[in-house]
């Protein structure tokens, strides 16, 4: 199990995460209304925008994604649930979520998880 220090760690890394991650959506929003008022005056302009407006759009709904982890981590944190593998209810291990702070699952139940997607 963790320690009142390890999941602190965890709860601020999350934290800033999140805030990096709005900063990041409210930039890229920015970007997207400001490309739409452009004049593009071609159509090697307007492929050029379309493509990144794409790419930053994928962008977004990754972040989103990623937000919407996070916020259920920091829950699990305040009903002491974090680190806990969703699916066999075992520790998830703590270099695991060094790597991935919001894991939901530990490394074998993430592989279950993905080969049942496909």
Do not use: H
């Not at 965890?10 to 997207?32: P, S, W, Y």
């Not at 759009?57 to 649930?81: F, Y």
């Amino acid at each position: 199990m963790l320690t009142k220090d390890e999941l602190k760690s965890f709860e601020n890394k999350l934290l800033d995460r999140r805030v990096q991650i709005e900063k990041n959506l409210t930039g890229t929003a920015l970007e997207l209304d400001g490309m739409r008022e452009l004049e593009l005056n071609d159509e090697g302009d307007y492929a050029a925008a379309s493509a990144e407006t794409a790419v930053d759009s994928a962008i977004l709904v990754q972040q989103r994604k990623e937000l919407a982890e996070i916020d259920l981590a920091l829950d699990k944190i305040k009903n002491g649930t974090y680190g806990i593998c969703e699916m066999c209810e075992e520790p998830i291990g703590k270099p695991r979520l060094e790597v991935k702070n919001f894991a939901r699952f530990c490394i074998t139940c993430r592989e279950i998880n993905e080969k049942e997607q496909q």
